[in-house]
């Protein structure tokens, strides 16, 4: 027997084909929508990382110099004889404060210059210097070599971001008019002219130079010029470092420096500048990886400043957390899923549970201001209040996650139990809640991941201070990852801006590792019906 269609079910007409022609097209258009909309997303996310990972590059690395520091017991201001104490509580700066002095003279002439001779080391700089010698008192009376630590603007100035530096050989050969204070400079060659047609001036002119253009130094017979008056074949300038003679240098002897951008608009004067290029020359600069970043607190200054305050902050608090709201949370999704009575008072609790999920953070930290610190009165600042703050701010999170986990289970399950002579709370205990498990544990890791990555209900219960200790228990002051972002990102120097960045990071590989985390465990332990 033959099958034969029904009229009426396969429309072949133009219309029918105009329809169905369309319904494809717009299909066609929601698929591009959806691939347009994830490119869009993947685009915004890369730029985002892009941008994150640029500014944080430069904090990776430090520069620090390695120096022969004589110590003497008169440099520290040490006694005879002196005790433990008297030797942590010495002045380490003033040993490296005059090795510097010794390389760089003319420093001492007054007390501006030996000011920001003094400032290119770090406040801590001599730290690794009284480690040394606190933990080795016969090192006294002998020569050190130790690393010390350079401020933020020197590291960055050898970093490449103070100004760019431009270096031009010499054609002709130069003879000094002195050794030191304001000297000129002639050369046997037009070595000069590019800066006088760079400006715009005639060939024949004198052109005075301001801090608004760039700086020109000469570098010759061990010692820099810079200069203030230029024409085509001469200059004229103060002397930043004295040079060892008046003698005539050879072509190729001496270059010109261009610092790019004027000495007016960098924070950086050029005499220190010149100090810094002076001291590679001598190769006391060394880089290397920022380890200091992980393994100190915070600090005001930029070069000192680390995270390690604010990871641990963060790690007490989020144990807190979840301590408090995985059993409370796990425990009110059963009893409302499985126990509790169908009732109008059990239907208020589950609304009120649902919008809390939807109210703002700042509002549970008014609550925690109110409550833990103004009735309570628990701590400032301490992890077991935010733990405290954030565990009621997530717990909505974990109870509708919980709930849907336990409701996802198969009735079957319940009744197989029921049916072999399983009590309700066993059915549910032995039997439910642990295929339930992934789901909550998701759940669970999600809230968390939330709560790590809050500020604002942080603010307001005071872990906005400025934490330099490593807090050693819950009720220790001590701040975290996000509120350590939120400080450095207010700051103006350059290395907290890298350090803003490179927290970012930090704060972005613990949220990716706990979301890893939840989608592991539920491939791992998910049950498929």
Not at 195 to 214: E, H, I, M
Not at 345 to 373: T, Y
Not at 393 to 408: D, E, G, K, Q, Y
Not at 456 to 475: E, N, R, Y
Request: net charge neutral.
């Amino acid at each position: 027997m033959t099958d034969v269609a029904a009229p009426g079910i396969f429309d072949t007409s133009p219309a029918a084909k105009r329809r169905i022609a369309k319904r494809y097209r717009a299909e066609v258009r929601l698929r591009l929508a959806g691939i347009g909309a994830i490119a869009f997303a993947f685009c915004f996310l890369v730029l985002l990382i892009t941008d994150i990972l640029t500014k944080a590059w430069p904090g990776f690395t430090e520069n620090e110099l390695t120096l022969e520091v004589p110590v003497s017991a008169e440099t520290l201001g040490l006694g005879p004889n002196p005790d433990q104490a008297q030797i942590a509580g010495a002045d380490f700066m003033a040993p490296i404060r005059q090795l510097l002095v010794s390389y760089f003279p003319g420093a001492a002439d007054d007390r501006r210059s030996r000011t920001r001779l003094f400032q290119i080391i770090s406040r801590g700089g001599a730290d690794p210097l009284r480690d040394r010698i606190v933990a080795d008192p016969s090192l006294i009376g002998t020569t050190v070599k130790v690393p010390v630590y350079l401020n933020d603007d020197a590291d960055y100035f050898y970093k490449g971001y103070v100004t760019p530096i431009r270096t031009t050989a010499s054609a002709g050969s130069a003879t000094p008019s002195g050794t030191s204070g304001t000297i000129t400079l002639t050369s046997t060659a037009q070595d000069f002219l590019p800066v006088l047609t760079g400006a715009g001036a005639l060939r024949d002119a004198t052109l005075p130079l301001t801090d608004k253009a760039p700086s020109r130094l000469v570098s010759i017979n061990g010692g820099v010029l810079k200069a203030t008056e230029v024409s085509a074949d001469r200059i004229s300038g103060e002397v930043l470092i004295p040079l060892t003679s008046t003698s005539m240098a050879a072509p190729g002897d001496w270059k010109i420096l261009t610092l790019e951008q004027p000495q007016g608009d960098r924070k950086m004067s050029d005499r220190e500048v010149v100090w810094l290029l002076a001291l590679k020359d001598k190769g006391f600069v060394s880089s290397g990886i920022s380890w200091r970043f992980l393994s100190s607190g915070d600090s005001r200054e930029a070069e000192l400043a680390g995270i390690k305050g604010a990871l641990v902050g963060s790690a007490l608090t989020m144990l807190i957390t979840l301590l408090l709201s995985l059993p409370i949370g796990v425990g009110a999704a059963i009893y409302l899923e499985e126990f509790a009575p169908k009732n109008r008072f059990v239907d208020v609790i589950e609304v009120n549970i649902n919008n809390l999920a939807a109210v703002p953070s700042i509002v549970f930290g008014l609550l925690g201001l109110a409550v833990f610190l103004g009735f309570f009165g628990l701590p400032r600042s301490a992890p077991l209040v935010g733990g405290l703050v954030l565990a009621l701010l997530v717990l909505p999170t974990i109870i509708i996650a919980s709930r849907a986990a336990l409701n996802a289970v198969p009735p079957s399950i319940r009744e197989a139990a029921l049916g072999v002579g399983a009590s309700h709370q066993q059915a549910v205990l032995h039997h439910v809640l642990p295929l339930a498990m992934p789901g909550i544990f998701t759940g669970t890791i999600i809230g968390m991941a939330h709560a790590l990555g809050e500020t604002a209900p942080l603010l307001l219960i005071g872990m906005v201070a400025f934490i330099v200790d490593t807090p050693t228990s819950a009720t220790s002051a001590a701040t975290v990852l996000p509120v350590q972002v939120f400080l450095w990102s207010d700051l103006p120097e350059i290395g907290f801006r890298a350090k803003t960045s490179m927290a970012i990071i930090v704060l972005l590989v613990f949220l990716f590792a706990m979301n890893g985390l939840a989608i592991f465990l539920r491939s791992r332990f998910e049950k498929r019906w």
